[in-house]
């Protein structure tokens, strides 16, 4: 059998819903699409509990013009493991990692197989979406023509680390070694690092059209779930910190200063933001101690000369949410003021 083009790797766990209409807008979009020759649909099933193994037996049955294949895992082996073996399951040249409850829009496919066939030679692709549904907010900047990226600065001043949405991901398969897909280290963010390692050696194409929209539950009802799935860990903080050390990992490659210092500013007004807007909204104290001291000299290290932490986020952070919940007003009206003087003094220079 021809090997297929394209891997489209569905990881799944207890959403046997969301499984089922996803699989079925896939299945209209690639009929529509005529590419069904080039088209492998996989499916990981995290050992769930639900319905969901029903759901892809259902689907199974159905007539299709694509491959179709389907696994069970034994046990729940995480998020993060689970990614790593729906790319060990897939055959094609290219697999692309897409969540069982992004939207995808009606020219997907036919744009992702048209981008990977002009960029064979690529390492890895990443698809724009749309974040903010109901204003189309978009992860990076719109534009209909796709750009290639020679290094990792290049890649990295294009997307800004909006491949953190795993949906946003497509790999060449072969550039992905099986040891690096079963050895998955502690954290969310697993997939950035095997991002970051093709693109050592390889280029990268970006897609600057929103080919897919992310479909968020809100911040309660993601930490409700959360709870569930990771047994009473702290998943937010620990998901946010684990983000600040891979911000600093990608400093030991060869970056410009003014993206070094763009990365710092996203660390700190949109990172740190999101760890103290959970915290505040999280139960009558916030975070438990264990998660604080985690958190602590992680924050130390990457925030230490910056006077704000120190004075205004920090407090934040170790105050118990009644008290956060109304400070955090006064944390914004600061930045806002800063960031206007900011941009006053940009003008000026």
Same mark, same amino acid.
């Not at 766990?13 to 088209?39: D, P, T, V, W, Y």
């Not at 997307?159 to 998955?184: G, P, Q």
């Given at each position: 059998?021809?090997?297929?083009?394209?891997?489209?790797?569905?990881?799944?766990?207890?959403?046997?819903?969301?499984?089922?209409?996803?699989? *079925?807008? #896939?299945? @209209? =979009?690639?009929?529509? +699409?005529?590419?069904?020759?080039?088209?492998?649909?996989?499916? &990981?099933? %995290?050992?769930?509990?639900?319905?969901?193994?029903?759901?892809?037996?259902?689907? *199974?049955? #159905?007539? @299709? =013009?694509?491959?179709? +294949?389907?696994?069970?895992?034994?046990?729940?082996?995480?998020? &993060?493991? %689970?990614?790593?073996?729906?790319?060990?399951?897939?055959?094609?040249?290219?697999?692309?990692? #897409?969540?069982?409850?992004?939207?995808?829009?009606?020219?997907?496919?036919?744009?992702?197989?048209?981008?990977?066939? %002009?960029?064979?030679?690529?390492?890895?692709?990443?698809?724009?979406?749309?974040?903010?549904?109901?204003?189309?907010?978009?992860?990076?900047?719109?534009?209909?023509?796709?750009?290639?990226?020679?290094?990792?600065?290049?890649?990295?001043?294009?997307?800004?680390?909006?491949?953190?949405?795993?949906?946003?991901?497509?790999?060449?398969?072969?550039?992905?070694?099986?040891?690096?897909?079963?050895?998955?280290?502690?954290?969310?963010?697993?997939?950035?690092?095997?991002?970051?390692?093709?693109?050592?050696?390889?280029?990268?194409?970006?897609?600057?059209?929103?080919?897919?929209?992310?479909?968020?539950?809100?911040?309660?009802?993601?930490?409700?779930?959360?709870?569930?799935?990771?047994?009473?860990?702290?998943?937010?903080?620990?998901?946010?910190?684990?983000?600040?050390?891979?911000?600093?990992?990608?400093?030991?490659?060869?970056?410009?200063?003014?993206?070094?210092?763009?990365?710092?500013?996203?660390?700190?007004?949109?990172?740190?933001?999101?760890?103290?807007?959970?915290?505040?909204?999280?139960?009558?104290?916030?975070?438990?101690?264990?998660?604080?001291?985690?958190?602590?000299?992680?924050?130390?290290?990457?925030?230490?000369?910056?006077?704000?932490?120190?004075?205004?986020?920090?407090?934040?952070?170790?105050?118990?949410?009644?008290?956060?919940?109304?400070?955090?007003?006064?944390?914004?009206?600061?930045?806002?003021?800063?960031?206007?003087?900011?941009?006053?003094?940009?003008?000026?220079?």
């Amino acid at each position: 059998m021809n090997q297929p083009f394209l891997s489209i790797a569905i990881p799944t766990f207890n959403r046997a819903e969301k499984l089922k209409n996803q699989l *079925s807008a #896939l299945h @209209k =979009s690639i009929l529509k +699409s005529k590419l069904g020759h080039a088209i492998e649909v996989v499916v &990981v099933d %995290n050992c769930s509990t639900d319905s969901t193994q029903d759901s892809i037996i259902n689907f *199974s049955n #159905l007539q @299709k =013009s694509y491959t179709f +294949s389907t696994f069970q895992n034994e046990k729940n082996l995480g998020g &993060v493991r %689970n990614f790593g073996q729906c790319i060990l399951r897939s055959n094609g040249r290219f697999v692309w990692l #897409l969540s069982d409850d992004d939207n995808l829009h009606d020219d997907a496919i036919e744009h992702i197989y048209e981008s990977l066939s %002009n960029n064979k030679e690529i390492g890895f692709c990443f698809v724009n979406h749309f974040v903010a549904p109901t204003i189309e907010v978009a992860a990076i900047n719109i534009d209909n023509k796709d750009i290639l990226t020679k290094n990792i600065s290049e890649y990295i001043a294009s997307t800004m680390f909006s491949e953190s949405m795993v949906s946003a991901c497509i790999f060449r398969k072969s550039l992905l070694s099986e040891e690096t897909l079963k050895d998955i280290k502690p954290g969310p963010y697993q997939h950035m690092h095997w991002v970051i390692d093709i693109l050592k050696i390889h280029n990268a194409c970006i897609i600057r059209t929103p080919l897919f929209t992310v479909l968020h539950p809100g911040v309660f009802e993601s930490r409700k779930i959360a709870k569930k799935s990771e047994h009473a860990k702290d998943f937010y903080l620990e998901a946010h910190i684990d983000f600040l050390k891979y911000t600093s990992y990608i400093y030991d490659f060869s970056l410009g200063l003014s993206l070094r210092i763009k990365i710092y500013r996203l660390t700190m007004n949109e990172n740190l933001n999101q760890i103290i807007y959970h915290k505040i909204t999280t139960g009558k104290l916030g975070y438990n101690f264990a998660s604080l001291k985690l958190a602590f000299p992680i924050m130390l290290r990457k925030f230490y000369f910056s006077p704000s932490f120190w004075l205004i986020n920090l407090p934040l952070l170790l105050l118990p949410s009644p008290f956060a919940r109304f400070f955090e007003p006064l944390r914004w009206k600061y930045l806002e003021v800063r960031a206007f003087f900011g941009n006053v003094l940009r003008k000026i220079i």
